[in-house]
């Protein structure tokens, strides 16, 4: 189904603007007027054209100067001059400047309605583009939230109960519980299914760079502009984005964000008006970020804005039922074709015994691991990391540990190499002995680690403050 757009007729004769606005109009092709300069800004303020049609004399600006204008506000929008037959040269000097082609009059409408169709063409491909460039990051080849326990039950219930609308959602939980694919779940339910879906993971937006990369920028509004730039509100516009790890985004940047959520318009660095725009915002946190608000560091009134609807990931520690069947699921993906992998029972009592700070990314990890150490296709516990392994010995030998159960009754928090009971760890103490244990593997490369812990580096030396890690 094609994709509908809209074209802004600009000339100071009213009877062409509605010959224009008749004859061009059509089911996927609305067509505004605007007889002026200022008229056209002011339209251009309130709406996203693709197209604009330009005539080259305008009684309040050169048109010439004007087409300039719009390509560098407007980047992504094609503009099409209309010009008499002594302005030819000026036409071809402007189609050097940016201008998509130019038609003279007295015009033919069946040839500028082919002028226009292509101009649409090339800005909906040049913006498609781009648009996939930003999502291609977080392109699955299916939504899927796998698990039988009551707990995820209720998070389907609650996605398949907010999809449908267009109000903020805030998912919540542990690093690696599963918020994106929740998000994925939430567009891919929608009615903007088929519309762009943008993801953006906050702690990776430089403090400097955070409002341009969001709203886009306007040539020399700062050392580096060399040109105008849309940011991920227009590659979104009508879509879907995705803010992981909002409780990173620089609090400069928030009131920013805020107006957004409220009015639906934002502007781009160094731009004085205001744009407009239709998106479905989802945000992600690992953070309490009630407790961010009261320490100054969360904008109070945007927490309230983008916490309309919450929707709280259960930890893997809290749901290990669904272990055998996100373990089945991942080794059908991540087994390149060997439909007969499995998992030896001893190997999947480690795995219900284990506590997962790592949530279900952690567990992928460990199983993308283990497919390659597998012996005739086999994972056993020898396969998986020291970690895991050791909690065999205390499964209690053969019959232990079945692929649906808790396997020797040990409690989560049982660590240690020899599999010997050290007592039930806090939430504190196991994250803390997880990360100072991926520390030390990696030789306390803090990239290599953080990518080991799915966490960005920034969250990995925030907790090796609060945890004293070395």
């Not at 204008?69 to 503009?79: A, H, K, S």
Request: proline share 4%.
């Amino acid at each position: 189904m094609r994709t509908a757009y809209t074209v802004l007729a600009v000339d100071d004769e009213p009877s062409i603007g509605k010959l224009l606005e008749k004859e061009l109009s059509t089911p996927i092709r609305a067509v505004h007027v605007a007889t002026s300069a200022r008229q056209a800004r002011e339209r251009l303020r309130r709406a996203t054209y693709e197209v604009v049609v330009l005539d080259i004399r305008l009684p309040d600006a050169d048109g010439i100067e004007f087409m300039v204008e719009l390509r560098q506000r407007y980047p992504d929008t094609e503009v099409i001059l209309i010009t008499g037959h002594g302005n030819i040269d000026n036409a071809v000097e402007a189609m050097k400047l940016g201008a998509y082609d130019y038609i003279t009059k007295p015009f033919n409408l069946t040839e500028l309605e082919v002028v226009v169709e292509r101009a649409y063409q090339r800005a909906f491909l040049r913006n498609e583009n781009r648009a996939l460039r930003h999502a291609r990051d977080g392109a699955r080849p299916a939504v899927t939230l796998i698990g039988n326990s009551q707990s995820i039950k209720e998070v389907r219930y609650l996605i398949e109960k907010v999809a449908p609308t267009d109000v903020p959602v805030l998912i919540t939980g542990e690093s690696g519980a599963g918020k994106e694919v929740a998000a994925h779940a939430i567009q891919s339910l929608g009615s903007r299914a088929d519309k762009p879906f943008i993801i953006k993971n906050c702690a990776t937006l430089q403090k400097e760079l955070a409002r341009s990369e969001l709203f886009g920028h306007v040539r020399g509004s700062f050392t580096g502009a060399l040109e105008s730039r849309d940011g991920l509100m227009a590659f979104a516009n009508k879509g879907t984005l995705f803010l992981d790890e909002i409780g990173e985004l620089p609090v400069e940047v928030q009131a920013s964000l805020l107006r957004v959520l409220e009015n639906k318009t934002y502007r781009r660095v160094g731009e004085k008006d205001h744009r407009s725009c239709d998106i479905r915002l989802i945000f992600a946190t690992n953070r309490a970020l009630a407790g961010e608000v009261e320490a100054g560091r969360f904008h109070e009134a945007l927490y309230h804005r983008i916490n309309v609807f919450n929707i709280e990931m259960p930890p893997l520690r809290e749901r290990k039922e669904d272990i055998p069947l996100l373990a089945e699921f991942f080794l059908a993906r991540l087994g390149n074709g060997r439909d007969d992998l499995r998992i030896s029972d001893r190997a999947m009592a480690c795995l219900m015994q284990y506590a997962w700070p790592g949530n279900v990314r952690e567990l992928r990890n460990v199983l993308e691991r283990s497919i390659i150490l597998a012996e005739n296709n086999l994972i056993t516990e020898h396969a998986l990391p020291r970690e895991l392994a050791g909690l065999a010995g205390g499964t209690g030998g053969a019959g232990g540990g079945q692929a649906g159960g808790m396997a020797g009754g040990g409690a989560p928090g049982q660590h240690g190499a020899t599999g010997e009971s050290q007592g039930p760890l806090t939430l504190e103490a196991m994250e803390r002995e997880h990360i100072a244990r991926i520390l030390e593997f990696y030789d306390n490369n803090r990239s290599l680690a953080a990518t080991a812990l799915g966490i960005s580096r920034k969250t990995l030396y925030r907790k090796m403050r609060e945890y004293d890690i070395g």
